[in-house]
């Protein structure tokens, strides 16, 4: 794959009933945060944003997680945007309505 800029969401519903879920997504995003990579984290799912081989091994890496720490089942929804020609950010995509929400307050 190429070395462009790259969005994905991420979204961990743990469906284990041992502890609270928000303690399993709270230990995936701590794997989010020590990737490096660029993230955002929603009410819903987390945004990353990187290089494809470096965004598709942080949602890996949160996967072995949850695995060898025992949770018993989760459902990942995984979305990805890819631009064959060059990046694509977030930033990009949201700026005029982060704009005009400042402009709400």
């Known amino acids: 794959m ?3 800029i790259v969005n994905a969401s991420i979204q961990i519903v743990p469906l284990a009933q041992d502890r609270h879920p928000y303690l399993w997504v709270d230990e ?3 794997i989010i945060e020590a990737s490096g ?3 955002e984290v929603g ?3 987390t945004v990353l944003e990187g290089t494809h081989d470096a965004v598709m091994q942080v949602i890996s890496d949160v996967q072995e997680h949850l695995y060898q720490k025992g949770c018993a089942e ?3 929804s995984i979305q990805l945007q ?3 020609s060059g990046d694509i950010t977030g ?3 949201t700026a005029k309505y982060q704009l005009a929400n400042l402009a709400s307050w």
Do not use: G
């Open 28 to 30: 995936a995003i701590a």
């Open 2 to 4: 190429h070395s462009y």
């Open 43 to 45: 009410a819903f799912a």
């Open 91 to 93: 930033d990009e995509k």
């Open 82 to 84: 890819v631009r064959s």
């Open 74 to 76: 989760w459902i990942t």
């Open 37 to 39: 990579v660029r993230f």
